[in-house]
């Protein structure tokens, strides 16, 4: 891959973890003090509930684990399609799987915003696993990229602060300090949605994809060549 679709691509793996952000903020302060794409969190909280004999704290945390599992599922496969087509900022593969992201976050909009941004029992729990499956199908397209994530961070937290006392430069330093900071970005804008205006909340969880989407399409070697006007025309 050459030099300017790696920044691209960097650079959209980072707007995804936006989206990240955004997503685990409103699972753990909306949906039952769990979360969508830290998996090993939620596997901590259903022993945490085992422990302090809390039955509703189980059932969401396991709910949580269960739809990010469908999601890496239903993803992994998809994401791996198509390999004699990797040209331009990533496979297309990859960009199908963040379309199926987009559709289901949409069915969570559609049900948060039925909920009038207080979802409760049933709902809740509903709304619990779309964005874990969510997460799972992003976590799987951008597993397709290489050694990089936009849903589990502590290795690329680990990676960075190793390597800055060890003086060595890790691989994507760039990005790994993109995706730190739009992990704590994306958390802040669902924050204060939750707190200030809950039916805009949405915005900030579907804008990142769909504008990841439009610009990984922009990139494709095929999309150019078939959609673009030749000079000689």
Do not use: C
Not at 50 to 57: D, I, K, N, S, Y
Not at 88 to 116: K, M
Not at 189 to 194: D, I, K, T
């Amino acid at each position: 891959m050459i030099r300017s679709h790696v920044s691209i691509r960097d650079s959209l793996v980072v707007v995804l973890t936006l989206t990240t952000g955004a997503v685990d903020v409103t699972s753990f302060l909306a949906l039952g003090n769990v979360f969508s794409s830290v998996v090993t969190g939620d596997l901590v909280l259903l022993g945490a509930a085992a422990g302090t004999g809390r039955p509703e704290l189980a059932v969401h945390s396991g709910v949580a684990l269960a739809g990010y599992l469908v999601g890496v599922l239903a993803g992994a496969p998809l994401a791996a399609r198509w390999h004699h087509r990797d040209t331009g900022t990533w496979p297309p593969s990859v960009t199908i799987t963040l379309a199926v992201e987009l559709v289901i976050l949409v069915a969570f909009s559609v049900g948060w915003e039925l909920a009038g941004g207080h979802p409760s029992g049933a709902g809740q729990l509903a709304l619990v696993a779309v964005l874990a499956a969510a997460m799972g199908l992003q976590a799987a397209a951008v597993r397709r990229l290489g050694q990089m994530s936009t849903t589990y961070l502590t290795s690329t937290l680990t990676a960075l602060v190793a390597g800055l006392v060890t003086g060595s430069k890790p691989d994507g330093m760039a990005r790994s300090l993109g995706v730190l900071a739009a992990l704590i970005i994306g958390a802040t804008g669902a924050s204060v949605l939750l707190e200030e205006a809950r039916a805009w909340l949405p915005l900030v969880i579907l804008v990142p994809v769909g504008l990841v989407i439009v610009a990984s399409v922009a990139g494709f070697e095929w999309v150019r060549e078939h959609l673009t006007p030749s000079r000689g025309r």
